[in-house]
Every structure is written in structure tokens, then in C-alpha cells.
């Protein structure tokens, strides 16, 4: 437990990274900096840092911790742990420095490796009995879905020596990578533990019920990649193959929602006023995510979205900061990984609220031509030193002794 709490708590550290950085990538525009850097640079190193540092760490950490810690894996597991630690401090010292160049990308090759190694580790060494769950078919996917992402990354060289960084197939690969790292490993990763969650206290999907989940998130997943292709105006089949995997995506929200509804007496007595909280709001973002993928299946919003940055990275921190972010938050409170106070919570919603209204509203903005507020770009940095107060606040409550779940 204590090994694992630590790791939590390094992965929150890189969170923590990540939103300073963030901080510091808004500050770039309102007023100067005392130190040389490039902008792009610490832009790669923002996002690999929080994609890679916070969620990826705090997720390889709870599931070893919620199905391995009893297998005597210990030592086997540290060694993976370690090896990806190298990785990310190499990551953190290469890409602000140079962007992606040689060591950077030796750095994230080596990760990729890693995230390998955890999958075999991981598929190898989890019991029988675990394997015949609903909770470990999701998770088992979902790293396969991060596997698989990797081909976007693997495609990067060849495409920009043969075609070149400016080519379409450069931000297509992109594109991939992001879209399998978010919605298939990291949502239904995530999904995987609520329900292991669910099954520790009896509240079991029919076979019939989770089929019609899995199979439509599954699918929903897979054909849903064909959004990320959209902005090049592609071939009607591809509008059609994306808005049904959207559709397909939002079925299996559905049926999972109404299962959850049907059991809601037996969650609130399992869960604490704040976990229940939590999972509702989750779920609404979550729901909100989806709707803005349906709505991107037309091509008129497919197009603004691709020539309206606020608009992507506004989407892009909406399931990052708060579908992930939060839904991490709650499986790590709730297996007592962490405190979290009702104050750290609202600063952190605040920050989270706040930013992302601004982010949409210069979207918003852009497209009907409204004028912006003036000293809009000052707000947006004030806004986002809230997120890195609220992690400095749970890391800081989460080194109290707290009882813990054994599930």
C-alpha cells in the first residue's frame, strides 16, 4: 500500500508539472518572460508530461495495486515502474530544451517499450478469477487500445522524412495516438474500475446487459477515429463511420448510466456524499463529450472545429481536466489513494469551470464575431493557477493517514 500511495503521489506531482506548465504557457502572452524558451517546446512538454506523468502513472499504479498487490509482484513490478520513471524525467528534460529531437524521441520510444512491458506484466500475471470479470474484459481492452495507439507515434519518423511535419498524415498520426490514448485506454480504463467497483459490492451487469455495453463502447471506440479525419474533408463513408461510432459510444453511456441508475440506492450507501457527487458530474461531462463527437460528424462543425484552436483544445482539456482528471480523482478517493477535502475539490472545479468557459467563449468569439473581454488573456492565466493550488492542496491532505478499502 505504502509503495503504491507513493507512486500516487509522483504521478500527482507530474500533474502538478504539467499544470504549472500550463500556467507558464498563458503567462507567455501577458507578460515577459525572465528566460529564453520556446513556446512550442514547452508545449510538448506540457502534454507529455500530464498525458503521461499523471494519468498513465496513476493508472498503471491502481491496477496493480487493485488486482496484483496480493500476487507477490512486488519486485517485478518496481523494476517496470522505475524503468518508466527514467523515461519521464528524460521526456521532462529533453523536450523543453528541444522539442522532438533525438533524446526527446529516444526518451518516448523508450516509454512506449514500457507501456509494452506493463501490458505482458499485467495480462501475464492477473488470476484466473479476475479474468472471468466484466471489470478486467474492460481493462484488458483498453490497454490493447493503448498499445495500439502507438502506431501513431511509431508512423511519426517515416512520415516526416518521407512527407515531411507539414504533410496531413503528420497531424493524422496525431490524431490517432490522442484519440485510442483518451478514449480507449484511459475513459474505459477508467470505466473498468468503476465496475470492478461495482462487482466488489454485488452490483453485477446481466451478461446480456454487459454485452450490449462493451460491444457498443468497443466498437464505439474504434469507429469513432474517423472524427479525427474529418477537418481534411474526406469521403462521405468516413462522416457516416464516424457519427456511428459516436452513436455507438453513447449507447454504452446510456446502458451503463441506467444500470447505475437502477442501483443508485446501493451506490450511495457504498459511496460518501462527495464520491456520489463526483460520478454524477463524470458522468454528465462524459455525456457532454460524446454529444460534441455526434456533433462533429456534421460538416460544417467538423470544419469549424478544425480552424477554431479554442475550440480543440477547449474539447481537448473538457475530457482531460475533466472527464479523466475527475474521474481519476474519484477511483483514487475512493480506494484512499488520496484526500480529498471539499475545498481542494471546488478550487480545483473552479479552475476547471473557469478556464474552460474562457477557452469556449474566444471559440465562440472567433466564430459569430463577438468582441473579447478586455484582459481576457490576464483572466485565463489567473484561472489556471487554481488548478495547480488544488493538486498542491490534495497532495499535501493526502499525506495524512487514511483507512483504506481492501476490495
Excluded at 33 to 58: C, D, E, K
Excluded at 175 to 187: A, E, K, P, S, V
Aim: hydrophobic share 55%; glycine share 6%.
Amino acid at each position: 500500500m505504502n509503495s503504491v500511495k507513493s507512486h500516487i503521489n509522483s504521478s500527482l506531482g507530474y500533474f502538478l508539472l504539467a499544470a504549472l506548465l500550463g500556467v507558464l504557457l498563458r503567462a507567455f502572452v501577458v507578460a515577459p518572460m525572465p528566460i529564453q524558451m520556446n513556446y512550442r517546446f514547452i508545449v510538448h512538454t506540457h502534454s507529455h508530461i500530464a498525458l503521461l506523468g499523471w494519468v498513465y502513472s496513476a493508472l498503471t499504479s491502481l491496477l496493480y495495486y487493485v488486482f496484483l498487490r496480493k500476487q507477490e509482484l512486488n519486485g517485478k513490478y518496481k523494476r517496470i515502474f522505475w524503468f518508466t520513471q527514467f523515461c519521464l524525467i528524460g521526456m521532462l528534460f529533453t523536450f523543453p530544451f528541444q522539442g522532438y529531437a533525438l533524446f526527446s524521441i529516444i526518451f518516448s520510444t523508450l516509454f512506449l517499450i514500457a507501456s509494452y512491458w506493463f501490458t505482458g506484466f499485467f495480462l501475464k500475471h492477473v488470476p484466473k478469477s479476475v479474468k472471468d470479470t466484466n471489470a478486467y474484459r474492460c481493462i484488458a481492452v483498453s490497454l490493447w487500445f493503448m498499445v495500439g495507439s502507438s502506431v501513431g507515434p511509431w508512423a511519426l519518423g517515416p512520415i516526416m522524412t518521407l512527407l515531411g511535419p507539414e504533410s496531413i498524415w503528420y497531424r493524422l498520426a496525431i490524431y490517432f495516438y490522442l484519440h485510442f490514448q483518451y478514449n480507449g485506454w484511459m475513459i474505459l480504463a477508467l470505466i473498468g474500475l468503476f465496475i470492478h467497483i461495482l462487482e466488489a459490492h454485488g452490483f453485477k451487469m446481466s451478461s446480456k446487459t454487459f454485452k450490449i455495453f462493451f460491444w457498443n463502447a468497443a466498437l464505439g471506440i474504434i469507429l469513432s477515429v474517423f472524427l479525427s479525419a474529418l477537418w481534411t474533408g474526406p469521403n462521405l463513408l468516413l462522416y457516416l463511420l464516424g457519427g456511428a461510432g459516436a452513436i455507438l459510444q453513447l449507447i454504452a453511456l446510456v446502458v451503463l448510466v441506467r444500470f447505475c441508475y437502477e442501483n443508485r440506492s446501493g451506490l450511495t450507501s457504498v459511496l460518501t456524499k462527495m464520491q456520489y457527487g463526483m460520478l454524477i458530474l463524470v458522468a454528465v461531462l462524459l455525456c457532454a463529450k460524446m454529444m460534441l463527437q455526434l456533433l462533429s460528424t456534421f460538416p460544417y462543425f467538423a470544419n469549424l472545429a478544425a480552424t477554431i484552436l479554442d475550440f480543440t483544445v477547449g474539447y481537448l482539456h473538457w475530457t482531460f481536466l475533466g472527464v479523466i482528471s475527475l474521474g481519476l480523482f474519484f477511483v483514487l478517493e475512493y480506494f484512499r489513494m488520496i484526500k480529498l477535502t471539499r475545498v481542494s475539490y471546488a478550487i480545483y472545479l473552479m479552475g476547471f469551470v473557469f478556464t474552460e468557459v474562457l477557452i469556449f467563449y474566444k471559440g465562440m468569439a472567433a466564430w459569430l464575431r463577438w468582441p473579447l473581454v478586455d484582459g481576457y488573456l490576464k483572466y485565463l492565466a489567473i484561472g489556471s493557477v487554481l488548478i495547480p493550488i488544488a493538486i498542491i492542496l490534495i497532495l499535501w491532505q493526502s499525506n495524512t493517514k487514511v483507512k483504506r478499502i481492501d476490495n
